[in-house]
């Protein structure tokens, strides 16, 4: 697609329910980021794949939380058993091989309650 | 540690006035240096980079950034601010090589008076 489309814009779930945020990457991109926004915490990076590598989780804040990327392209990341800290927008973005500017999707609003 | 530092959480200033966003960054070599801007209810959009070159760059909508490697700063600015600039400005790093990771100061938030 034109741009980073992420999926859905916004979702309520319950606390201990597992939730699932897609991301479809501008297409060629080989780098696809998620981050986390909480309300004046800034961007808390969270994980990125690049290419075939093994993707850098370092910033995963629990083992609730898991991401894959299927085929080098539309990325999932899941919440397992969410909280309520887990409320946040989630934020995508995808960059080339050439060119390191990042395109961010408009975001997933994760509201748990 | 790799890091991006924006000391202000907050300005306000008038419309019409000049505004200066102060950013630096904590990187062994000198790292590749954006701007981004987030208006409320969007997403992150790309005001500027630095890759090299010339140490004043242009961006969109008026604005540019100065590269001071002695300072380790990478400060964005605008001569007259719009009423339309109000929004959240992060700063953002990244190392170069194969490594893709960005990352990002806690962003400065901007409010514009009338």
């Known amino acids: 697609g034109a741009g980073v489309s992420q999926s859905p814009s916004n979702k309520v779930t319950e606390k201990g329910k597992d939730v699932e945020l897609r991301c479809d990457p501008i297409?060629?991109?080989?780098?696809l980021y998620w981050y986390r926004q909480s309300l004046g915490q800034g961007l808390e990076f969270l994980i990125y794949?690049?290419?075939?590598?093994?993707?850098?989780k370092s910033g995963l804040p629990s083992d609730r939380f898991s991401a894959e990327r299927t085929g080098g392209s539309v990325s999932t990341l899941t919440i397992q058993r969410t909280q309520q800290e887990d409320s946040a927008v989630y934020l995508c973005?995808?960059?080339?091989?050439?060119?390191?500017?990042?395109?961010f999707g408009q975001g997933t609003r994760l509201t748990v309650v | 540690a790799q890091s991006v530092t924006q000391p202000d959480i907050h300005i306000t200033v008038s419309e019409g006035a000049s505004l200066e966003l102060r950013c630096n960054y904590s990187?062994?070599?000198?790292?590749?240096l954006f701007w981004y801007v987030q208006s409320p209810g969007q997403g992150l959009q790309l005001l500027l980079k630095?890759?090299?070159?010339?140490?004043l760059v242009q961006g969109i909508k008026g604005f540019e950034a100065e590269f001071k490697r002695s300072q380790s700063s990478f400060n964005l600015r605008k001569p007259s601010v719009h009423w339309s600039d109000a929004a959240e400005y992060f700063c953002?790093?990244?190392?170069?090589?194969?490594?893709?990771?960005?990352?990002f100061g806690k962003g400065t938030l901007l409010t514009v008076n009338p």
């Open positions: 794949f690049q290419g075939n590598s093994a993707p850098d």
């Open positions: 297409s060629g991109h080989t780098a």
């Open positions: 990187y062994g070599a000198t790292p590749y």
């Open positions: 953002a790093a990244w190392s170069g090589g194969s490594n893709y990771k960005l990352t």
């Open positions: 630095y890759f090299s070159g010339d140490t």
């Open positions: 973005a995808s960059s080339s091989q050439a060119n390191t500017e990042a395109f």
